[in-house]
């Protein structure tokens, strides 16, 4: 059988209603588990890990990032596979960053939460949970792990972590993967596409990384953006990477002001990437005059990137190998993105 750790930050999966005010508040585990009672009844074998405190995902950043990996490289040879319970608001960036804090992962990482605390009926939590252990447990026939990458499992669809986006605050399929197909999906059975997963040279051993420079900001361009605001953003004392979401294809205003401000920025070696603001497709630079002006700015394509595999990837080149950041961000590191 294999050997899965539950890994637990918080976030609604672990909720429940405190006795007496109705109110909803993280569980301590052994409450947790009494709600999933598969847990002990030895069709897994599961260890549970869990953060004190448990916390909202809100208040999740590059220290908690670290935690989780960490954890994760702590005990990478003593399990087959890790599932990471985590708030859904922000479960893109982490596990985002964690697909690249774990460079030649050769082992599954999922992360998994819910739309409704495990304590409330009709709760997502449990199906999610034991599906994403599931899948983490999985292997061939020759004993390979069937998913070894950072992925999020949510409703019914693995999804590449850091290709995924939170879509819905209301729906139970809170994730999507707009531009990469999902690796597996959940129904009677649970179907894998082992011809879409990443698969990390089992030669190569696991490498941490855990420097994060967060000196880094997302300019979303709009019409009508006004100068003021744009320099008062690039000339951020401090200021090492730029997200700069534009419209359609890559495109930009192409006011002369925007170039020159751009052009400064770049130059002083500040690293702009072009991140398009459509959820599906991707940046073609040149392909409309508009876009010709960021190009002779010295602005990056992120290609079909998202912003939260975009922003944590650039904090972590930043800090571990700031001198390799501007080329690492041009390169597809581990399936985020697809480089034409
Ligand atoms: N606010 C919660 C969190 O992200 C929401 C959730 O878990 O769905 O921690």
Not at 46 to 60: G, R, T
Not at 229 to 255: C, I, M, Y
Request: glycine share 8%; net charge negative.
């Amino acid at each position: 059988m294999s050997k899965v750790l539950l890994i637990s930050t918080g976030g609604t999966i672990t909720m429940v209603r405190e006795k007496g005010t109705e109110a909803l508040v993280p569980a301590d585990m052994e409450t947790f588990k009494a709600f999933i009672p598969e847990l002990n009844a030895g069709v897994f074998d599961v260890d549970i890990e869990a953060f004190h405190p448990l916390i909202d995902s809100s208040d999740i950043g590059p220290e908690s990032w670290k935690q989780m990996a960490q954890m994760v490289y702590d005990h990478y040879d003593a399990y087959d596979g890790f599932v990471i319970l985590h708030g859904t608001d922000t479960m893109s960036y982490s596990a985002s960053a964690l697909s690249f804090m774990l460079e030649n992962l050769g082992k599954p990482v999922v992360f998994t939460g819910s739309q409704l605390p495990v304590g409330v009926l009709r709760s997502d939590a449990k199906e999610n949970l034991l599906t994403a252990i599931e899948i983490a447990a999985a292997k061939d026939e020759d004993g390979n792990a069937l998913v070894p990458e950072v992925t999020i499992y949510f409703e019914d669809r693995l999804f590449r972590a850091n290709r995924t986006t939170k879509r819905n605050a209301e729906h139970f399929s809170a994730f999507n993967s707009y531009n990469y197909p999902a690796l597996a999906k959940a129904g009677v059975h649970i179907t894998y596409q082992p011809h879409l997963v990443h698969y990390s040279d089992p030669n190569e051993p696991l490498v941490l990384h855990t420097e994060f420079d967060t000196n880094v900001a997302v300019l979303k361009l709009f019409p009508g953006i006004q100068p003021s605001v744009v320099r008062a953003l690039l000339r951020t004392r401090g200021l090492k990477g730029v997200v700069l979401e534009t419209f359609g294809a890559g495109n930009a205003p192409s006011d002369r002001w925007l170039y020159k401000e751009l052009k400064a920025a770049v130059d002083k070696g500040i690293i702009v990437v072009n991140k398009t603001q459509c959820n599906t497709g991707s940046v073609e630079m040149g392909l409309y005059a508009v876009s010709l002006n960021l190009m002779k700015a010295g602005v990056l394509s992120g290609y079909d990137i998202t912003t939260e595999a975009l922003l944590t990837k650039m904090m972590m080149l930043l800090g571990e190998m700031p001198e390799r950041a501007k080329e690492l961000l041009g390169k597809d590191l581990c399936g985020e993105m697809t480089v034409d």
